[in-house]
């Protein structure tokens, strides 16, 4: 059965770092294009960033670029979210996601993604 396990969330202040994890399982984790997104009390699901198989292209939300930072290890079946320069409107649950390669077009539809994990919170204090 395959698994997504977010880990790292916690309550910093505006302009610290975090590095959030997704440890990935029941499936064959190369093949699978992984996935951020994250989600505020009353607001839309909104992607945050993506990286491809091998960990070659990756791609961001506007609202993160040049702040946060997507990583995998495929030897640890892991995708990680680098978030500096945090500000409060990033609180959020981040969930990770996978989407088999071959068929994601679009990194930033939710749509696309076949696994997701359960969340892990963001909370940024001014």
């Known amino acids: 059965q395959e698994h997504l396990i977010e880990s790292g969330g916690g309550l910093v202040q505006a302009g610290d770092s975090l590095r959030i994890s997704c440890a990935a399982s029941g499936f064959s984790f190369t093949d699978y294009a992984m996935g951020w997104f994250r989600q505020a009390p009353g607001k839309e699901r909104e992607w945050v960033a993506a990286?491809?198989?091998?960990?070659?292209?990756?791609y961001y939300a506007d609202s993160v670029k040049c702040r946060f930072t997507i990583s995998r290890d495929n030897t640890k079946n892991t995708v990680y979210l680098q978030m500096n320069t945090l500000k409060p409107e990033d609180t959020a649950a981040y969930f990770c996601?996978?989407?088999?390669?071959?068929?994601?077009?679009?990194?930033?539809?939710?749509?696309?993604?076949?696994?997701w994990g359960r969340g892990t919170q963001v909370t940024v204090s001014s």
């Open positions: 996601a996978a989407g088999h390669e071959s068929r994601v077009l679009n990194y930033g539809s939710g749509a696309q993604y076949d696994y």
């Open positions: 990286i491809s198989w091998a960990g070659v292209r990756t």
